[in-house]
């Protein structure tokens, strides 16, 4: 087996997040689904961006999240994601290598601009995704570098990989490559709409063992098995994925297995100020548990550890570091 | 007399900041002067870039902020300021709009890219600046739209605009048509370093009657008259100025005219995230007051007010509607 040089890698949309506080009419004004990522075009980008109030602009994405928690909790992360070699694409090299991660895919010299997420938060501190996947859309399988998978104790993909139209491959030779070094596959589900858009795929990948781990919000678990009924949808996952972590916002979580099924509650919070990566960064202290070989309770509890820093700030990167607080509450990273 | 349009025109560098934290530490290591403003170069930019932790990106610029809070007290604002036609131009242009400021200078076609400035923030929430002032070198005296400035109740000027090289004619230019139009000129010293370069040309300006109103801090002030007598300043500008705002962080600030000094405390807050901004909105709330005929107690009381809001979070600008806050606090805008 190769040198073990990742904890953690992470592959996904590279993409600069514009963040800006709206109210629920602006969402029902603009047509946007609350709680939900809408794929958007250039001409969209631009109407919103020109609707929308002053915003921040911080490094997103969902993956490339997972893995600056993962740095953030002291774990080795690694990054691919295509970026455009323009102001924004320098912008999110910059943020995910001063994070730690390591991020060597080469930007694209042409073609659209980096990618950006037009991200309203409203006063529940939910936050509505519209993205424009720009640059993004060239991850090519070319980008996947073999070596670095197979140094990966864990490589992780988003769901959201399955709208870039190459992306795909990038992330089926990406699996292939760890399985072949003995390494483990993780997947996000990403969103209830992305699951609409690739229900069968994801089910395969699920089934046929192409993932090892995925996880998924209760949203996008309902839409997977399409039932509004929570134990139907925990008890198919139990029979397809070998491991399942099922989010559940303040309710915790659900760790899933053929065998065994855990309940973790989620950490206190004073009040969620940005609920913008949340399921990323549960993922980070989830997977970094996995990587340390902790039992599946503790990888939950990390979890919810990591998502409760994130969502009481704005923006979807850690603020503090996750290690700190994770060994405050009696881990030792 | 024209018809008013504006409370307040405010004339700057315009400034994308890019504010990430950072240890006293980092800034020995790069041999900043913390609590300052240094002027640096595209490979000092460069550096200090790629030296520093992950940021956010939030518009900014010293006038830019005060504009932005004039608007968000309810008063009318507009701003002249020079971008490039690049990305950091368009999230400066679409910022300040989306605040509701009018700001209608052309963006430069050619040239530098957008000033941005990094910002360190210190745990203490302490800022040390460092400004490329790219595009906004090119701000021209033809830039200035007398019909605007004639419009406006005050005209306001940043002393960071003596360091691009026609931007001082600009700040004349301004000056002139404003006093010709029966409007008050308002500059603020920017900078203690900044005094520094241009002491000389600081002091005509104020003595010549070119500025009615002089917002300086301490350190400021101290280099204006080169003591570190604080009372031994303040008789200085007593004498000097028309009408001063001397502000003093937590202590408050001080506001003098020849006939009368007014001490007014600072608004208690729990603790300072980061200071960026806190001068710039102490100015809008101070000028607001005075464009709706407050006395310089209430005029004060108001620039405190805003200054507490925007010290309580990272960035320069306003997260919540200060006119909300200023009416609960019993005034009436």
Chains 1, 2 share one sequence.
């Not at 037009?118 to 980008?143: C, K, S, W």
């Not at 549960?282 to 409760?308: E, K, M, P, S, W």
Request: aromatic share 6%; net charge negative.
């Amino acid at each position: 087996m190769p040198t073990l040089r990742y904890d953690v890698l992470g592959i996904g949309n590279a993409i600069v997040d514009v963040l800006a506080r709206a109210d629920d009419a602006f969402l029902a004004k603009q047509g946007m689904n609350k709680g939900g990522m809408a794929l958007i075009d250039g001409p969209r980008a631009e109407a919103i961006y020109e609707a929308m109030g002053p915003a921040v602009e911080i490094s997103g994405g969902s993956a490339a999240n997972t893995i600056v928690g993962v740095a953030s909790l002291g774990a080795r992360g690694a990054f691919v994601g295509k970026v455009k070699d323009d102001e924004f694409g320098r912008t999110f090299a910059h943020d995910i290598r001063a994070a730690g991660v390591e991020f060597a895919t080469p930007p694209a010299s042409t073609g659209p601009a980096t990618a950006r997420c037009y991200i309203m938060v409203t006063p529940d501190g939910e936050r509505t995704m519209n993205t424009f996947l720009g640059a993004a859309q060239d991850l090519h399988p070319n980008d996947i570098d073999a070596d670095a998978i197979a140094a990966a104790h864990i490589t992780y993909l988003e769901g959201y990989l399955w709208d870039p139209p190459h992306a795909k491959e990038a992330f089926l030779k990406a699996a292939k490559i760890a399985h072949g070094a003995g390494r483990r596959v993780a997947l996000t589900l990403s969103d209830a709409f992305c699951v609409d858009r690739y229900r069968a795929e994801f089910l395969d990948l699920i089934r046929n063992g192409t993932v090892d781990i995925v996880f998924a919000n209760e949203r996008e678990l309902h839409s997977l098995y399409e039932t509004a009924d929570f134990d139907t949808a925990v008890n198919a996952i139990r029979t397809d994925a070998r491991l399942a972590a099922v989010t559940r916002s303040e309710k915790g979580c659900l760790v899933v297995t053929r065998e065994q099924t855990d309940a973790v509650r989620a950490e206190p919070i004073e009040k969620i100020v940005d609920a913008t990566g949340a399921g990323d960064l549960f993922a980070a202290g989830f997977l970094v548990g996995i990587a340390r070989g902790l039992d599946q309770r503790n990888c939950a509890r990390l979890g919810a550890i990591a998502a409760a820093e994130v969502i009481q700030h704005m923006g979807a990167r850690p603020e503090t570091s996750l290690k700190e607080l994770a060994n405050a509450a009696g881990f030792s990273l």
